[in-house]
């Protein structure tokens, strides 16, 4: 006796639950017929009568009960199956790292980035030094310049432009600078203004974000990224992008870890949503 393939089981049981084959049709995307042809090739496979067959419908023989039953068994079992799949898929966590300003980004359009039925989570990693991919560290990185490592596949994205800001509201004096503290600027542009107007500088933060809430309440000027200043309604630039800091940056991933199906699909999706906002961050004003 052949085996049955599972699919003219699940007709089966369609047909079973629900007494004759338009019924079982309005759930499966086949025909009466062609319900009606696999039924009596099921049938001939088992060399068994199923049904007895009426005008009202098809009812169970004694043997088709039997199987019924065994088959309740088995849909019951591939349901947990399925949930066991679903929980394993479901503890994936992608680890992205990046700097303050390219994480709010993401942050902001993480719509774009996933979706509820997404079988990952992501968890975001902030640090101004640059993601260890190379020992996994992290499984995605952005990073500000080309790696050095030879075991990372690299994307090339758009550059990233500086300038300065201060509130729309108040207007500074222009001698009045806010800035990251020194030894929390590790990053060219958070050196800059310590580097170019030390005397000028009247407040100091040590995380980035909180410089920006020191240029919306009006303390002074700053530096920030385009991407950040330029879709900030509070702020507006003074003066053009500071071309010396404007520099390239790096969608990264482990080569062990690039044709994994979670990890490819966020880049992807990485790396289309900052494509969109590259005019942003290049520095060109109504790129969005």
């Not at 699940?10 to 009606?36: C, D, K």
């Not at 303050?100 to 509820?116: G, R, S, Y």
């Not at 990264?252 to 992807?268: G, Q, S, W």
């Amino acid at each position: 006796m052949k085996n049955a393939p599972w699919d003219l089981y699940q007709i089966f049981v369609a047909v079973a639950r629900q007494g004759g084959l338009t019924g079982a049709a309005s759930t499966l995307a086949l025909s009466p017929a062609t319900i009606g042809r696999r039924m009596l090739e099921l049938e001939d496979m088992l060399a068994t009568a199923l049904f007895v067959r009426s005008q009202a419908g098809y009812a169970l023989t004694p043997e088709g009960q039997s199987l019924f039953e065994h088959l309740r068994d088995m849909e019951s079992a591939a349901r947990k199956v399925d949930g066991w799949r679903m929980e394993k898929q479901q503890a994936v966590t992608i680890r992205i790292a990046a700097g303050t300003w390219m994480v709010k980004l993401l942050c902001d359009n993480i719509a774009a980035l996933c979706a509820d039925t997404d079988p990952f989570r992501l968890d975001f990693s902030i640090s101004e030094q640059r993601a260890r991919l190379a020992y996994r560290e992290a499984d995605i990185g952005i990073r500000a310049f080309a790696p050095e490592e030879g075991n990372l596949a690299t994307r090339r994205l758009s550059d990233s432009a500086y300038a300065l800001y201060r509130s729309r509201v108040s207007r500074p004096a222009a001698d009045r600078w806010v800035a990251v503290n020194r030894d929390e600027a590790v990053s060219a542009y958070l050196r800059w203004p310590h580097d170019n107007h030390p005397d000028d500088i009247v407040f100091t933060v040590n995380r980035p974000t909180a410089l920006r809430d020191l240029l919306v309440a009006g303390a002074g000027i700053g530096l920030l990224p385009c991407m950040i200043g330029d879709r900030d309604p509070q702020l507006e630039r003074v003066g053009e992008c500071i071309r010396e800091l404007q520099h390239g940056q790096w969608l990264l991933v482990n080569n062990a870890d690039r044709h994994r199906r979670e990890i490819r699909t966020v880049t992807e999706r990485m790396a289309r949503l900052l494509k969109g906002y590259a005019p942003l961050m290049t520095g060109k004003l109504g790129g969005l």
